[in-house]
Structure formats: structure tokens, C-alpha cells
């Protein structure tokens, strides 16, 4: 089972669509939470972290779940620029002595014009 | 200011030979991390630096890959007897001090291709 689990898609929504994509975890002791947008032959950037009492930039809301090890980005009002690879992201620091994140396979978003 | 620079961003090479990837972390960044990301998969952890130590080498997936950071700043990834499955987009980022939950930002990347 990979430590991070999402759907790889592709999701093909119409511009002004609402879409949200989902990721679980399997390690209870991950600590920090993000969503990273990675465009396609660039490196990732991160788009937001996410918290457990939910968090929201503009169209864009994150949502972490601890008890089911779930996280979860919704987006409102699709552009086209949204296009792009979302990249669900644990990170491990046990004791400082190791700061690495864990990605899942990402979820590529086609926004139709 | 400048990001993470990495160089070269192509590197093509032959079964069997040896290479380097250079990284050069945002100034002033104490940890430093490499990743490889295969082609349709999210980047995978290879080696985390704080200052001039590998403070955890777990992600290396066998003794040909090597990293330094001799001086706390720019990282050298070297791979030795190269093979067709190492051909991946080799990433590297930094961040200011490895705290949990600090942004890691990321360079371009080095795509190698092994023939």
C-alpha cells in the first residue's frame, strides 16, 4: 500500500465547474499536511498547507481529516490556468532528524474551456 | 530574490557511465533535500541535508548514489554505473532550517535520460 494514496484522474471539468479531489494517508505519526500544484515539465510549487480546522484562499479550500487519515481541495469557480497536476503531500520529521515529504501520484485537472 | 538553480536540466548519458547533478539552494538555507520523480509519479525522497550532514540518506535507492554538501550550501548528487532505470526528473529543494512544516521550494529540476 503507497504511503499516499489519490485518484491519478485525469478530471475534465468546464470552466466555472466545482471539483474536489481526495487523498488518504497510512501513517498516523505524519505531521504536516500540504497541497502542492506541479504544471506539466515544471517542478512542484506548493499551493497551500492544510489543517485540521480547514483552511481557504480565495477558490481554493483545504480540509484535513486526522481520525480518517484523509485530506481533501476543493475548487471553486474552475479557470483554465487552473490546469495543472495536484500533488497531495505528507511530511515525517521525527525528532529533526529527518524533514522529508511523502507525495502521492498526483491528480491531473483539465479545465475545458 | 533567486530560487533553487540546478544544472545541468538535461543530461543524456550511456548505460555504465558516471554523473553529477549540481544543486544550488535559495542563500541562506540550511536544509536541503533531493527527490526523483519517475515519469507519472509524484517525486520520491532520496537524501536530506541539514548544513554540511546527510541528516537522513534512506531515500537513496542503492550504493551507486552518492550526495555531498561539503559546505553547507550548493549539493552534488552523483550516480555512478548508471542504468536505464535511473532515466527521471531529479529535484532538488531547500528550505530555511528543516523546521516541520516549513515550504520546501523546489528547483526545475535535472531530466536524465540513460541510454
Known amino acids: 500500500r503507497k504511503e499516499v494514496e489519490q485518484d491519478p484522474g485525469p478530471f475534465n471539468v468546464p470552466e466555472g465547474a466545482t471539483v474536489a479531489f481526495n487523498c488518504t494517508y497510512s501513517?498516523?505519526?505524519?505531521?504536516?499536511f500540504f497541497w502542492y500544484r506541479q504544471d506539466c515539465r515544471k517542478e512542484p510549487k506548493l499551493l497551500m498547507s492544510?489543517?485540521?480546522s480547514g483552511n481557504e484562499d480565495g477558490r481554493f479550500t483545504a480540509q484535513l481529516n486526522r481520525a480518517s487519515q484523509y485530506i481533501s481541495l476543493l475548487i471553486r469557480d474552475s479557470k483554465l490556468s487552473d490546469s495543472a497536476t495536484y500533488l497531495c503531500?505528507?511530511?515525517?520529521?521525527?525528532?529533526?532528524?529527518?524533514?522529508?515529504?511523502?507525495f502521492g501520484t498526483g491528480t491531473l485537472l483539465a479545465v475545458q474551456p | 530574490g533567486a530560487g533553487v538553480s540546478q544544472t545541468p536540466s538535461n543530461k543524456v548519458t550511456e548505460k555504465g557511465k558516471y554523473v553529477e547533478l549540481r544543486c544550488d539552494p535559495i542563500?541562506?538555507?540550511?536544509?536541503l533535500y533531493w527527490y526523483r520523480q519517475s515519469l507519472g509519479q509524484g517525486p520520491e525522497f532520496l537524501i536530506y541535508?541539514?548544513?554540511?550532514?546527510?541528516?537522513?540518506d534512506s531515500g537513496l535507492p542503492n550504493d551507486r548514489f552518492f550526495a555531498v554538501r561539503p559546505e553547507g550550501s550548493v549539493s552534488t548528487l552523483k550516480i555512478q554505473r548508471t542504468e536505464r532505470g535511473d532515466s527521471a526528473v531529479y529535484l532538488c529543494?531547500?528550505?530555511?532550517?528543516?523546521?516541520?512544516?516549513?515550504?520546501?521550494?523546489f528547483g526545475p529540476g535535472t531530466r536524465l535520460l540513460v541510454l
Open positions: 529543494a531547500s528550505s530555511l532550517a528543516g523546521g516541520t512544516g516549513e515550504t520546501q521550494y
Open positions: 542563500s541562506g538555507h540550511t536544509a
Open positions: 541535508f541539514q548544513g554540511t550532514g546527510a541528516a537522513d
Open positions: 492544510v489543517y485540521s
Open positions: 501513517n498516523s505519526a505524519s505531521q504536516s
Open positions: 503531500v505528507v511530511n515525517f520529521n521525527y525528532g529533526g532528524a529527518t524533514n522529508k515529504l511523502i
